[in-house]
């Protein structure tokens, strides 16, 4: 395996899979595209944009990620580098399209805050995605399972707490 270089963002391919450059960021690099991606949701929120309208766009985002993932990996022979973070973005979509709506600027917190957390703590079975699917699909599934318990936990929060 080839040694982890530094991307150029003049390649399309690292433009797109660091979302932006976001992934590039020295610390904490699936955090600033969790971020970036929650500030795109921002108009979504604010004029109450139904989250379906988002879902066809998210697949096609999962699907096409995928593909290009797995053809950088194998390109370079590297697995999953830090500065991939679609699949970061994609898990903070499908968390706020799960989240019910509170006020616009909490739904939006507690979907990043959720997907943080279970991004970083890979509960099972995140841990197991993470650690044996080895392709563009394994990049990105654990994300979205990560989603999915981020979502439950903002539907938990709505039964507790509304």
């Known amino acids: ?30 955090t600033w595209g969790s971020l970036l991606a929650t500030i795109t949701l921002i108009p979504l929120e604010l004029l109450s944009i139904p989250w379906v309208l988002l879902m066809p766009f998210t697949i096609i985002l ?13 390109e370079e022979g590297i697995h999953d580098p830090g500065w991939i973070v679609i699949d970061e973005v994609v898990g903070i979509y499908l968390t706020w399209m ?9 739904t939006l917190v507690l979907t990043f805050l959720f997907f943080r957390l279970f991004d970083i703590i890979k ?9 044996k699917i080895h392709n563009g699909f394994g990049v990105m ?22």
């Not at 799960?98 to 909490?106: A, R, S, T, V, W």
């Not at 509960?123 to 650690?131: E, G, N, S, T, Y």
């Open 62 to 74: 999962v699907a096409a990620s995928s593909f290009l993932i797995d053809m950088f990996q194998k």
């Open 1 to 30: 395996m080839k040694e982890e270089n530094a991307p150029s963002l003049k390649k399309p391919i690292v433009f797109f899979l660091s979302f932006f450059g976001s992934g590039l960021m020295p610390i904490a690099p699936g």
């Open 123 to 131: 509960p099972w079975p995140i841990k197991l995605f993470d650690q």
């Open 141 to 162: 599934i654990d994300d979205v399972a990560a989603a999915l318990y981020a979502g439950a936990s903002c539907q938990a929060c709505a039964y507790l707490f509304l």
């Open 98 to 106: 799960i989240c019910p709506k509170f006020e616009p600027y909490l």
